[in-house]
């Protein structure tokens, strides 16, 4: 903008097209107070362009705030409303279900799993099929990696005619009702086991705490054990386990004597005897299982 004069004298001074007449810098002594209409034109021209200006800025400003309110929009709807302002849809806390609308359950107590030992341990409830055959199955006997051929079996309701020594007295005072024999043999060595069968636990208890070292149950002979343990020192055990009590006799095939360092002796004779333990309580677990199952 170029600068105007107005009358003659004095200083000059710049009329400024943005204020009102009366505030203009009038000269002293100016008698003709017309203005410059080509620097009101040129002014008016520049009042128009910035106004131009300012309307271009406010519709970028409104388009700012118009995605400035769609993105609050967006992050109200999927976070807090007090970002926003607006209701959710979401139900209120007092509508949501609590952890105390969870169904509960009475407490229940399953029944106590049945003692496999009690089906053995009378005759009332040791109902189960029973037999040389039933409590030594097979033909052979695998215990780790010995082998043990079965050579002979025997079952007798008189037990006394299958034992000897003190052991005859010690089954007739209680009243045994059944004795079932086999007989093993592995590498030279023979075991005969016999199981003594009682009504009651308390009379197979009492047959094994009145045995001793004279009640003997009688080798069973067979094809592979022809003669042992006759007149021969052998080793024996005496064991019970509910109405059963059981014995071993071990010995060598051959009719030598048994010393304390013969460890396959004393090793077959063990070996049987936790063999048969195992039979009389799977004996009392199947039956269990079976009552279980009823």
């Known amino acids: 903008m170029r600068p105007m004069s107005y009358g003659q004298g004095g200083p000059q001074s ?53 995605g400035t309110a769609v993105a609050m929009a967006v992050v109200s709807a999927n976070g807090s409303d007090e970002a926003s302002g607006r209701p959710s849809s979401l139900p209120a806390t007092a509508d949501l279900p609590s952890a105390s609308a969870t169904p509960s359950f009475a407490p229940t107590s399953a029944p106590p799993p049945l003692d496999p ?36 079996k025997a079952d007798t ?18 009243n045994c009702t059944r004795l079932m024999r086999v007989t093993y043999v592995k590498d030279g060595v023979a075991v005969t086991v016999g199981v003594a069968v009682f ?15 004279s009640s003997i149950v009688k080798a069973l002979t067979g094809t592979d054990a022809k003669s042992f343990c ?10 019970s386990y509910g109405r059963y009590a059981y014995f071993t006799i071990t010995g060598f095939t ?21 063999f048969t333990f195992q039979q009389i309580r799977r004996r009392g677990e199947t039956q269990a299982s079976a009552a279980a199952n009823q």
């Not at 097979?138 to 051929?149: D, F, N």
């Open 14 to 66: 710049q009329w400024d097209p943005w204020k009102r007449n009366s505030e203009q810098p009038w000269t002293s002594g100016a008698t003709d107070p017309t203005p410059d209409w080509a620097a009101l034109a040129e002014a008016s021209e520049s009042r128009n362009k910035r106004r131009r200006l300012l309307l271009i800025g406010g519709g970028v400003l409104a388009t700012l705030g118009v």
């Open 117 to 152: 030992k009690e089906f053995v341990s009378s005759k009332a409830k040791d109902s189960a099929p029973n037999g040389p055959d039933i409590m030594f199955p097979g033909r052979q006997l695998t215990m780790g990696s010995a082998v043990y051929k079965k050579a002979a």
């Open 157 to 174: 309701t008189n037990c006394v005619t299958a034992v000897q020594g003190t052991l005859p007295k010690v089954l007739t005072d209680n």
């Open 199 to 213: 009504d009651t636990e308390a009379q197979a208890l009492k047959a094994k705490g009145q045995a001793d070292k």
């Open 230 to 239: 006759a007149g021969a020192i052998c080793r024996s055990t005496t064991n």
């Open 254 to 274: 051959a009719g030598k004597d048994v010393t304390t360092k013969d460890t396959q002796v004393f090793a077959a004779g063990d070996g049987l005897a936790e």
